[in-house]
């Protein structure tokens, strides 16, 4: 591999390979993505594609919703005019748009999820998070009782919602209640995923609706702008522009990076055979690593790369809540979705920080929104 294309078809050819059962069972069906244009979307979209165009001649039908708050991105915008696809302008807070029509699969994936500017927009995130699920859900009840039942929904939750986990709660399951402020500077996410989760079990208990629920796990890879803020993006933007790699923090928080092919292929493992009412951790239970060993690899990785000449250097951020109730350790248990869904993430860390850095070294430019 040397480039971003060399990258991104492996890495959907892999997303193909190991969802060619869901997918089948989704050809020849409607499947609408909100958030499409996110991070996550690039290859949620992308993968759907990529089956219509060489797997199946019973294509999924996808439309993708999103505001574009953060621009349109050119991925999606070269995507137009692709066959049964259509891309709209569509804000989740409002009622749904008339061409929304008869959805077989849904997932629900807009919200604001980067924490530098989920805390710009607070409100705007807990409507995404519950009033936009709300009229999803809805609209689930009422195609049911119009006979034309969604077959599918998945609601994007998130790892967050664990909040801070107690040292025997780590690694994780989904049987941790959790242990998350409700009214810190991230409490507008996590609190706002939290209700999301209550009401989608609700809907599906109360109306027998095939809701599931995802949690993920600190997922990275390509799509993930880098203008983004999360921290490989900013060591990649470091990196690329030939600097020092800086840490806004010392370091010590661990977690483990799920590469985005695996994680993309649990999502719609979810959304095909999840079961009814369930959450699944979707993430990778190994190496938990430390963000400075991370930043460190990034370097050993961009040197084999690139050359790369720098360093980790450490300094304070002026923002002052940038580390508020940011979780010490974050480490899943993923056995209920090996064990219900075959989700088995095979792409080490290794490996996929080489791809994302290639990716990068192709998509330096993006939108600082
Ligand atoms: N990426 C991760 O590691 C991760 C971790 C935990 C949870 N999640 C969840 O997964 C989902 C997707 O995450 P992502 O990383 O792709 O996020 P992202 O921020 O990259 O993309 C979200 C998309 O939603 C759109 N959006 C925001 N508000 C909207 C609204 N009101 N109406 C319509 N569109 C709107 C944005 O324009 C953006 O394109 C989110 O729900 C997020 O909370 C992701």
Redesign the pocket.
């Known amino acids: 591999m040397k480039n971003a294309n060399d990258v991104v078809a492996a890495d959907l050819g892999y997303i193909c390979d190991h969802l060619s059962q869901e997918f089948s069972t989704m050809s020849g069906k409607r499947l609408v993505i909100?958030?499409?244009?996110?991070?996550?979307?690039?290859y949620?979209v992308q993968a759907v594609v990529h089956w219509n165009r060489h797997f199946t001649d019973s294509p999924i039908d996808l439309a993708v919703?999103?505001?574009?708050?953060?621009?349109v991105?050119d991925w999606l915008e070269d995507l137009r005019g692709e066959n049964n696809l259509s891309i709209e302008a569509?804000?989740?807070?409002?009622p749904l748009p008339a061409s929304f029509g008869d959805a077989d699969f849904i997932i629900?994936?807009?919200?604001?999820?980067?924490p530098i500017?989920y805390r710009k927009h607070p409100i705007?995130?807990m409507?995404?998070?519950v009033q936009?699920l709300r009229h999803l859900l809805d609209y689930c009840l009422e195609q049911k009782e119009k006979g034309k039942p969604v077959e599918g929904f998945l609601?994007?939750?998130?790892?967050?919602i664990y909040g801070d986990p107690t040292p025997e709660n780590i690694p994780t399951p989904e049987t941790y209640r959790g242990n998350v402020s409700c009214t810190g500077p991230r409490a507008c996410?996590d609190e706002s995923?939290r209700y999301g989760e209550t009401l989608c079990v609700n809907f599906a208990r109360q109306y027998d609706l095939p809701i599931r629920i995802?949690?993920?796990?600190?997922?990275?890879g390509p799509?993930?702008?880098i203008t983004?803020r999360?921290a490989l993006p900013d060591f990649a933007r470091n990196v690329l522009d030939g600097n020092d790699i800086v840490m806004l923090s010392d370091g010590a928080p661990t977690r483990t990076f799920?590469y985005?092919a695996d994680?993309v292929v649990g999502y719609y493992k979810i959304l095909a055979r999840g079961q009814n009412g369930e959450s699944y951790n979707i993430g990778i239970d190994k190496p938990e690593i430390s963000i400075r060993e991370l930043a460190d690899r990034v370097v050993e990785t961009s040197r084999e790369l690139f050359g790369y000449e720098g360093k980790v250097v450490m300094e304070v951020s002026d923002d002052k809540d940038y580390l508020t109730d940011n979780p010490n350790r974050r480490c899943p248990i993923i056995d209920k979705a090996v064990e219900h869904l075959d989700y088995r993430p095979g792409i080490q860390l290794e490996e996929g920080l080489k791809r994302s850095l290639l990716w990068y070294a192709d998509n330096r430019e993006a939108e600082d929104a």
């Open positions: 909100t958030g499409g244009a996110g991070f996550l979307g690039y949620l919703y999103d505001n574009f708050m953060r621009g991105p569509y804000d989740v807070v409002d629900h994936a807009a919200t604001i999820a980067s500017y705007e995130t409507d995404a998070n936009g609601f994007y939750s998130t790892s967050e996410y995923k995802a949690r993920p796990f600190n997922n990275y799509g993930l702008k983004d999360r799920c985005v994680a």
